[in-house]
T-cell receptor
Framework: DQQVKQNSPSLSVQEGRISILNCDYTNSMFDYFLWYKKYPAEGPTFLISISSIKDKNEDGRFTVFLNKSAKHLSLHIVPSQPGDSAVYFCAASGGNQGGKLIFGQGTELSVKP | DGGITQSPKYLFRKEGQNVTLSCEQN?????MYWYRQDPGQGLRLIYYSQIVNDFQKGDIAEGYSVSREKKESFPLTVTSAQKNPTAFYLC????????????FGSGTRLTVV
């Protein structure tokens, strides 16, 4: 059973526009959420996180929104740049996961010049 | 510089052979993890260890084995019992508590020939 889902395997956006990546989760015990960025043949790197006590966290061009009632979070990138082209993973932790992160399937973002 | 090192970056294995992937960290992290990445399936947890000399199975442990004799090291053996071992393997480490997230290594691409 997939507890964290990223339903869009890919997303293509024009440079300068907004990229919105979505993530849904099923476990209401999750209380911490993270986004990782991954380039091919490299390990993922931490991008931004949000605690369940917040509904928004912003870091430069990156903003994560959390809607607990809908069990949904999204990552907004504004403005998008070609260097943002990568696979983005959503991850969740909390409840009975013992500190483990549960990852979504990833969304491949392509930012066209 | 502190970090997590995986070696080798590329590994070729003949069918029926066991191979061991190395993971070393100098971040003084207590917990270490092994994930497998396949296209469209995100990151799936193979094994994790939260303390030396202790480890637990993840979601897809069959055909794999690990050891945690030292805090810094968490090698993964892919045995001949693993039916489909060709994949990208990622090692990660973390400190207890959600806020730290994971630090990932750069990965090992294993190909069965």
């Amino acid at each position: 059973d997939q507890q964290v889902k990223q339903n869009s395997p890919s997303l293509s956006v024009q440079e300068g526009r907004i990229s919105i990546l979505n993530c849904d989760y099923t476990n209401s015990m999750f209380d911490y959420f993270l986004w990782y960025k991954k380039y091919p043949a490299e390990g993922p790197t931490f991008l931004i996180s949000i605690s369940s006590i917040k509904d928004k966290n912003e870091d430069g061009r990156f903003t994560v929104f959390l809607n607990k009632s809908a069990k949904h979070l999204s990552l907004h990138i504004v403005p998008s740049q070609p260097g943002d082209s990568a696979v983005y993973f959503c991850a969740a932790s909390g409840g009975n996961q013992g500190g483990k992160l549960i990852f979504g399937q990833g969304t491949e973002l392509s930012v066209k010049p | 510089d502190g970090g997590i090192t995986q070696s080798p970056k590329y590994l070729f294995r003949k069918e029926g052979q066991n191979v061991t992937l190395s993971c070393e960290q100098n971040l003084n992290h207590d917990a270490m993890y092994w994930y497998r990445q396949d296209p469209g399936q995100g990151l799936r947890l193979i094994y994790y260890s939260q303390i030396v000399n202790d480890f637990q199975k993840g979601d897809i442990a069959e055909g794999y084995s690990v050891s945690r004799e030292k805090k810094e090291s968490f090698p993964l053996t892919v045995t001949s019992a693993q039916k489909n071992p060709t994949a990208f393997y990622l090692c990660a480490s973390s400190m207890p508590g959600y806020d730290y997230g994971y630090t990932f290594g750069s990965g090992t691409r294993l190909t069965v020939v």
